[in-house]
């Protein structure tokens, strides 16, 4: 059973639940308030669980502080 109690990515203890399957019990889909990871229940141990999460791709509070703004997307170009 994975601990949904905490973000796989940064170790955070506030996931919000974002959505559930259509079939009840399937999997549902959550979220970490600090690093905005998503990943759904049903997904294998190194995407859900911080203890198989791969060190590489583990974030700290500096991380997420120090991270790059993500830019915009840009608004679609029209035809013509």
């Known amino acids: 059973m994975t601990d949904t109690t905490i973000c796989p990515r940064c170790a955070y203890g506030t996931i919000d639940h974002l ?3 259509p079939v009840p019990g399937v999997w ?3 979220q ?6 998503c990943w759904r229940t049903s997904e294998p141990a190194r995407r859900t669980s911080r ?30």
Request: hydrophobic share 35%; proline share 12%.
């Open 51 to 80: 203890d198989a999460y791969p060190d590489t791709f583990r974030m700290t509070v500096e991380d997420i502080r120090d991270a790059p703004e993500v830019p915009a997307v840009p608004p679609l170009r029209t035809a013509g």
């Open 28 to 30: 549902d889909v959550l």
């Open 19 to 21: 959505f559930t399957s």
């Open 32 to 37: 970490c308030r600090r690093c905005l990871y």
